[in-house]
């Protein structure tokens, strides 16, 4: 696997929480606003990406993958923004073994984001 397709190490946690509370100086609000933004544009984007790596849509897995590996950094869920690089690289690349490869640890990535969401203090 090249250096691009770097995935992330089980040290990494699913949400940063405290890189999320040091970043927004420590303000819940904002982190729920936040939260409620991303529970909001995610799932499309995710089902998106997994529709069309079901219909070998290259372009919309790049395009997609590109747009969530955004959201997940920003809200700090940093182990799936390093899957989605995976996968939209790839798909930049037309790699499509390695989308395949990587699509079930996408999948399983993401469910573990959205439990780790609803664990979240944020009020």
């Not at 982190?31 to 933004?37: F, N, P, V």
């Not at 590109?66 to 390093?82: E, N």
Request: charged share 25%; net charge negative.
């Amino acid at each position: 696997m090249s250096p691009e397709y770097a995935l992330p190490g089980p040290e990494m946690p699913v949400i940063d929480e405290s890189r999320l509370m040091a970043e927004f100086g420590g303000d819940r609000e904002i982190l729920a606003e936040l939260r409620d933004l991303f529970l909001d544009h995610a799932p499309p984007l995710f089902e998106s990406i997994r529709q069309a790596i079901a219909d070998r849509e290259i372009d919309v897995i790049a395009r997609d993958g590109h747009s969530l590996k955004g959201a997940c950094a920003t809200y700090g869920a940093p182990r799936l923004a390093m899957i989605c690089k995976v996968v939209e690289l790839a798909a930049k690349a037309g790699d499509w073994a390695t989308i395949d490869q990587h699509q079930d640890q996408f999948v399983q990535e993401y469910e573990k984001v959205f439990e780790a969401i609803g664990n979240l203090s944020v009020t």
